[in-house]
Structures are given as structure tokens and as C-alpha cells.
């Protein structure tokens, strides 16, 4: 596995739009970008970025200025302005080579999942799966932001589950408000154990299943001798398309050597046909050991993930602790 290097003071975080622009928030972009400022960090944009649309360019044209950062010697690390919906697009036009040749960390959170997914199963290099860059925006500070900071400064820190938190999506929320008890819910009593940690938002993991972007089997190959932890972040599928997405991945060789999953809050819940989350579960992968209700997505607190690292999981009454390797 490669690991890029990490952040130091005065490095240089550059911002590119691989799916949508932030045009419609640029207030709160602009505070995200000067928390990052204040904490000693140097920002570079792309030209795309204040865009007020999904897309923020053409498919050809957001690529290229995710290349301009991996290709910029002065750009230390890449980070996505946002999610969205269309980021798939711009697959068949992202230079992987270059990114092969100049490894950086790239991080983003939701729709950049299909970018950030095929570069560590594939080409076999950490990314991270954590906030977007207009995500910094909090004021107080929360400190599932904090503990983001110092991951990407190389730190080695330890992330516990939330006592509390948000009923109510934080976009959705008039203030930030961590009003909900947090209990990671299993099918074991407790878990102590390690594996390479790969996932994302499963809304776009669905979707590069069988495709030319799916590296899963052959990063399940590479690395079957640690084992896998998966982690998924479910934005808005109903029970019934997140089952049928579950035991797809199974049908398709996703969960051999799989030791744990984790499963995110469901941020919009639906059903078709009263088929609940915890039912879809059991029936597609209740063999395996699960556990749901994390602090994993879209919800408030959310963990930053690293893609393609050893992964030290504990679980025990509900709650859990983990922390990541990051050597070669």
C-alpha cells in the first residue's frame, strides 16, 4: 500500500470540484477555507470549485483540474470542495496514471467515494474518506473535526464512538445540536481485531460494481492475508434497494475475507414494502459480523476513514474505539 505523505504547517491543500460546485454555499465555503488557513495550512483552488451547479464542469474539464493538483509540485494534498451526484462521469477521464506517479492524499466524503474507491482498490494507493473541504465550516469546532486534523497530519489517533449525536441531518438542522444517545449496535458481544479498511458511500459504491472501477476482488487478493473491514454510508437507499446493493456486492466476491462491517446511521430512511434496515441486513449478510449505527457518513459526529490501511477495531457495550497503521 502507498501512503502519501502527510500535512505539516505550511503545506499546501489543493481544492478541486470532481462533482459539484460549491456556488450555492459560499459563505460557509469561505469559513471552511479559513479554519484551514488558520490552522497553518496554504489553499489552492481549481477553477471550478465556486461553481453554483451539481457539475461543476464539463466531465473532461473537472478531471483536468483534478490532474493539475496531482501533477502541481507545490500541492501537498487534494482535497474534493463537495459531494454531489455525477462525479462517475468523470472515470473514463481521470489520468490514474499520473496519480500512480505522484501519490497524494486525496480526500472527499459521499459522491467522491467513485473516485477515491477505484485509485486505493486499483492502484493500490491510501485514500481518505473523511470531510470535504467546505465541511470546516462548524463553529464550535466539534472534535470529530479535530481528530480529522491530526490524521491528516500523521498522527496516530485513537477515534471512540460519540456519547451523543444529531437526529436531524446537519443540513437540514438550524444549529448543530448533538441531542441523540450513540449505541453501536452488533451481532457479536464484543470484537477485538484488525483488517485493511476499505468502503465509502454505498449510493456510488452500488454503481461501480462489475465496472472497470472495481478493484474490490483484486484489493481483497492483495491483502487476504490481513483481512478486510468494510464500512459503508448509506445518503438515501431505501431498505429494499439496500439490500438488493448488499447482496449484490456479496454475489459479486465483495466480502470474501471479510472480518467486520460497519454500517452508518441511514441518513434518509424508506421502505417499499415495510422491510426495515436491520431485516435487510440479516438476510444479506447476517452471516458475517456486523455492526451498525456508527458514526460513519452523514450523520454528525462522523469518523475519517482511511481507505487501503490496517485498520484496530474494538467494540464492547455498544461502544467501539479504532485507530489506523499507516506505514508501508
Known amino acids: 500500500m502507498i501512503y502519501p505523505e502527510f500535512l505539516h504547517r505550511g503545506d499546501t491543500i489543493g481544492i478541486c470540484a470532481p462533482s459539484a460546485g460549491v456556488g450555492k454555499k459560499l459563505d460557509s465555503f469561505d469559513l471552511a477555507v479559513n479554519y484551514l488557513k488558520q490552522r ?154 484488525q483488517g485493511r479498511c476499505i468502503g465509502g458511500c454505498i449510493d456510488v459504491l452500488k454503481d461501480l460494481i462489475g465496472t472497470p472501477y472495481d478493484g474490490a476482488r483484486q484489493f481483497i487478493r492483495r491483502y487476504q492475508d490481513d483481512g478486510i473491514i468494510w464500512y459503508f454510508d448509506n445518503f438515501s437507499l431505501s431498505a429494499e434497494v439496500f439490500y438488493r446493493t448488499l447482496l449484490q ?25 415495510g422491510m426495515t434496515y436491520d431485516e435487510a441486513v440479516q438476510r444479506a449478510i447476517g452471516e458475517y459480523t456486523v455492526i451498525q449505527e456508527t458514526d460513519i457518513g452523514h450523520t454528525l459526529p462522523h469518523m475519517t476513514m482511511i481507505n487501503g490501511a490496517i485498520m484496530h477495531l474494538k467494540y464492547r457495550n455498544q461502544k467501539a474505539s479504532l485507530f489506523f497503521e499507516t506505514e508501508s
Not at 456486492?249 to 421502505?271: P, Q
Open 40 to 193: 497553518g495550512y496554504n489553499i489552492k483552488e481549481t477553477a471550478s470549485v465556486r461553481v453554483n451547479d451539481q457539475r461543476s464542469a464539463d466531465a473532461p474539464v473537472r478531471a483536468a483540474e483534478l490532474d493539475e493538483l496531482v501533477q502541481d509540485p507545490e500541492t501537498n494534498m487534494i482535497m474534493c470542495a463537495a459531494g454531489g451526484d455525477f462525479l462517475d462521469e468523470i472515470l473514463p477521464h481521470v489520468n490514474f496514471r499520473s496519480l500512480k506517479a505522484h501519490p497524494k492524499w486525496i480526500m472527499g466524503a459521499s459522491d467522491p467515494t467513485g473516485l477515491l474507491f477505484p485509485i486505493t482498490t486499483k492502484y493500490d494507493i491510501a485514500t481518505i474518506y473523511g470531510l470535504n473541504a467546505g465541511s470546516y465550516d462548524l463553529d464550535p469546532v466539534p472534535e470529530f473535526i479535530t481528530k480529522n486534523l491530526q490524521i491528516l497530519s500523521g498522527r496516530h489517533t485513537v477515534q471512540k464512538s460519540s456519547s451523543l449525536h444529531m437526529k436531524t441531518p446537519s443540513f437540514l438542522a438550524e444549529k448543530i445540536e448533538f441531542d441523540t444517545p450513540t449505541a453501536w449496535i452488533a451481532n457479536t458481544d464484543s470484537l477485538d481485531i
Open 249 to 273: 456486492m456479496k454475489y459479486a466476491g465483495w466480502f470474501k475475507g471479510t472480518k467486520a462491517i460497519l454500517i452508518g446511521r441511514h441518513l434518509f430512511e424508506s421502505s417499499e414494502t
